[in-house]
């Protein structure tokens, strides 16, 4: 099993621009999630998935969209980046409690 | 809602010396209480677990306790080593939902 996949690893944005992070796992979890990590900070919510067609608001949801299609993907989508969303992004799984994390993604918005 | 907190930000610690890290967590119905570590610029990773019907679990240098009336759950490290140099985070969740504490920098000091 490759776990939680994440691309890209890197990435810069202009302002104003949009794009998509993709995430997949393989192995069948119901729940997957979207975290950011700021420099020296926590973990913040920002949008989770408990199946395949349902999807719910976290702690940072605004500017941020995402979708279910299937059980495996779970992308997030940046509408029109803003220098505040700079940040490394993690994709997350989850099965009988215990959370999987992609590799991450370390966006930077200029 | 629940609320998890983290103590100390930072610890440095002597090398072979041990370290605990601290949380508290608000929300009784929390069952489930995991720690993990974040090595710098990797992705966080699940180092011990516990569930609220045990008070504590080891797994050769790393323990965590679990005191379901004050609400507090502790991560204790012993002989640390140079490796344990990471960011520690705590969490709480009641079956679905993921709370984190903001983390501990742990030093080891040689």
């Known amino acids: 099993n490759a776990g939680v996949t994440q691309t890209p690893k890197f990435q810069v944005l202009k302002t104003g621009q949009s794009m998509t992070l993709q995430c997949a796992q393989d192995?069948?979890?119901?729940?997957m999630s979207w975290y950011r990590q700021d420099p020296g900070m926590g973990l913040r919510l920002i949008h989770y998935s408990v199946g395949a067609g349902i999807t719910d608001q976290g702690e940072v949801p605004n500017g941020y969209n995402v979708s279910r299609s299937t059980t495996e993907d779970f992308p997030l989508r940046l509408l029109s980046a803003a220098p505040s969303q700079t940040s490394v992004y993690f994709c997350?799984?989850?099965?009988?409690?215990?959370?999987?994390f992609g590799q991450g993604t370390r966006l930077t918005v200029v | 809602g629940e609320n998890v907190e983290q103590h100390p930000s930072t610890l440095s610690v002597q090398e072979g010396d041990s370290a605990v890290i601290k949380c508290t967590y608000s929300?009784?119905?929390?069952?489930?209480f995991p720690w993990y570590k974040q090595e710098l610029g990797k992705r966080p990773q699940l180092i011990i677990d516990?569930?609220?019907n045990v008070g504590e679990k080891k797994d050769q240098r790393i323990a965590v306790t679990l005191n379901k009336t004050a609400k507090h759950f502790s991560l204790h490290i012993t002989e640390t080593q140079p490796e344990d140099s990471a960011v520690y985070f705590c969490?709480?969740?009641?079956?679905?939902?993921?709370?984190w504490g903001a983390g501990t920098k742990l030093i080891i000091k040689p």
């Open positions: 969490a709480a969740s009641n079956d679905y939902q993921l709370i």
């Open positions: 929300d009784s119905a929390s069952n489930y």
């Open positions: 997350a799984s989850k099965a009988r409690s215990v959370t999987f």
């Open positions: 516990i569930r609220s």
């Open positions: 192995m069948n979890h119901e729940y």
